[in-house]
């Protein structure tokens, strides 16, 4: 009678042990698959070429022309019923140095966490992308194959994505039939009381819808911002973060127009930013186009050395028209082609100023594997207009109305 009952206690576990490991794992893969944290990163370090940075040529070392450096992580839980909650935070970092990008944040790419609902959409709070810079941005040809020298001049559309807002908080709907929106409002986190402006001192609006179907992509945006410089709020949405690029080219226009060295300051009250893109896929070749209108009021300009320029109300409106195609030669290797067209009217103490760019540029990228890729950039700036200078991104203006820059990169994601 013993011997029959540990003839059954070992079939019971020699059939069942089995199954509970089974059912143990599967329960474990679950989790780990609804529960997790991600690391990863792009690594992005080039070579580069200028003809003319405020009189010289120069070669320097690069980190991400076409992708920012980074590292992060990012994380979900499910929480049920539909509902989840993630986070991500990215490091922005300079390949060639190791140094903190983002005003030395250790977080400054983004930093936010949310939570969402298949049928509800999600909320964001934290540093993050308006909602423009993500939908069309995405569809600009900087992003997609030409790196950062064909951005728009000094990136004041932000399509180029140099800027992040602080203080946000973001709702995205679900995907209606490829339909997407997504508002967002960036706090000053000053009190209506204090100095400046109060609570619209450095504060950002932004709202954009993009659609997807098939081979097309559209998206269209808007943004304003408020004291988007000022240095009276250090807590708000965009503080260090506003494109240095459009004060060094003013001084550079200052000293074009004085022959003197420029000390000029700008403090910019307004900006407002309307946008729209498209790009349309054909077999392999995509052919894109993006329009922007930037609009900055009560441009505060002081210690310029052009006679009359100071005022304490003038006014910079750009507007931007760009044109590209790209050709998957192979599924490995695409080439791409932009031409840009830019006017702006600029409103100083000493009146109306026309100004306008053309710029081209040629981009190439090719796949080593799923993870690295090799890539090149030509892009050539011809400006016009009095005393105005060329400026390829947020490098330094040439002394003159042309500009061109060569680079070559390579780029590994982890």
């Known amino acids: 009678m013993k011997e029959i009952r540990r003839q059954q206690i070992r079939k019971f576990i020699r059939v069942n042990i089995p199954i509970a490991i089974a059912v143990l794992t599967l329960f474990a893969t679950t989790a780990r698959a609804e529960n997790s944290v991600t690391l990863y ?9 200028v003809s003319n940075q405020n009189g010289h040529s120069n070669y320097e070392t690069t980190t991400g022309k076409l992708s920012g450096s980074r590292f992060g992580f990012k994380g979900n ?17 300079s390949a060639n140095s190791g140094a903190l990008q983002q005003g030395s944040r250790l977080f400054g790419r983004q930093g936010y966490v949310g939570i969402g609902q298949t049928s509800l959409g999600k909320i964001m709070l934290g540093r993050q992308y308006s909602p423009f810079e993500l939908y069309v941005g995405y569809l600009t040809a900087g992003i997609r194959f030409g790196t950062s020298l064909m951005t728009d ?66 998206a269209i945006g808007y943004a304003r911002l408020d004291g988007p410089n000022a ?58 186009s993006v329009i922007s209108r930037t ?33 998957y030669l192979t599924p490995s290797y695409i080439v791409g082609l932009m031409g840009k067209f830019s006017n702006a009217s600029l409103r100083t103490g000493a009146g109306d100023m026309s100004l306008h760019w053309w710029q081209f540029g ?53």
């Open 362 to 414: 040629l981009g190439n990228d090719y796949l080593l594997s799923k993870r690295t890729d090799v890539y090149a950039a030509l892009a050539y700036e011809s400006a016009a207009g009095r005393g105005n200078a060329a400026q390829i991104t947020l490098d330094a203006p040439s002394s003159n109305s042309h500009q061109v820059a060569f680079t070559v990169g390579l780029r590994h994601r982890f």
């Open 41 to 49: 990163g792009i690594i992005d370090s080039g070579l580069m070429y």
């Open 77 to 93: 839980e499910d929480l049920g019923g539909g509902y989840n909650a993630f986070f991500v935070l990215e490091n922005g970092f």
């Open 231 to 288: 240095a009276s709020n250090t807590n708000g949405a965009t503080y260090g973060d506003y494109p240095g690029a459009f004060p060094l080219w003013f001084k550079r226009l200052d000293s074009n127009l004085s022959g003197k060295t420029s000390s000029a300051a700008l403090a910019i009250g307004t900006e407002q930013v309307i946008t729209a893109g498209g790009l349309y896929r054909i077999g392999n070749i995509e052919l894109g």
């Open 153 to 218: 001049p000094f990136d004041l559309n932000m399509l180029g994505g140099s800027v992040r807002f602080n203080n946000a908080v973001t709702y995205e709907s679900p995907d209606y039939r490829g339909l997407t929106y997504s508002v967002q409002y960036a706090f000053s986190n000053q009190a209506a009381s204090a100095g400046g402006l109060g609570f619209a001192n450095n504060r950002e609006f932004g709202a954009a819808i993009k659609y997807l179907r098939g081979g097309l992509r559209a």
């Open 295 to 327: 609009l900055i009021g009560k441009l505060s300009i002081s210690g310029a050395s052009t006679p009359d320029f100071n005022t304490a109300n003038g006014r910079f409106d750009i507007d931007s028209l760009e044109l590209s195609a790209s050709d």
